[in-house]
């Protein structure tokens, strides 16, 4: 008998799958210079958070990094996204350097002025990504027949999406260009 539940109780062990965490979604490694450049050791970083702006969710905010002791700056604008469910709270936040922040308002200007004119006969979908993975687009939506903006603080999870009424695009657009003069003139030029 005992050897007989101790075959049971074996081929019961094999029949129970392994558990596997490869397929889990792993964040990204960022590329932003900003964000390396925050991530140095043996500095006085002094860190400058200038006043946020809210739009459908999404706090866009211009932060300045100094190195105290070599004095170089950098800066960015911080983009961030919260979920909130019955059980937990998450913020998620990503940044576009200085040198992105031009590609990103020419592509959300093409979105706007292009693309929020048209009426796809299929599904059709434009994103600008950071290198530090926040992805900033639009999808044609055809339950509601419009374009859909929405922010993606980190491309490994939706929960860090917001979705932006088109109507806002042009608010999100001159706070991208204030955030890029702001940033000019705290850095010098960068």
Known sequence: MKKILSIVFALALLSVPAVSFADEPKEEVSQSSTVEFMKQDGTLMLKEFYPE?????????????SDVVTGKKVGCLRLETKYVSQY???TYIATLDYDELSACIQSLNYIKN??????PAHYQECEYRSRDRAVLGAYYSDR?????????????TTRSMKVINVDELSKVISTLELAQNTIKSAVGGE
Do not use: P
């Open 53 to 65: 702006v809210n739009i459908g969710g999404v706090k866009f905010q211009v932060l300045i990094l």
């Open 88 to 90: 937990t709270s998450d």
């Open 114 to 119: 292009t693309l929020s004119a048209t009426t």
């Open 144 to 156: 509601k027949a419009k374009w859909e903006v929405y922010v993606q603080t980190k491309s490994h």
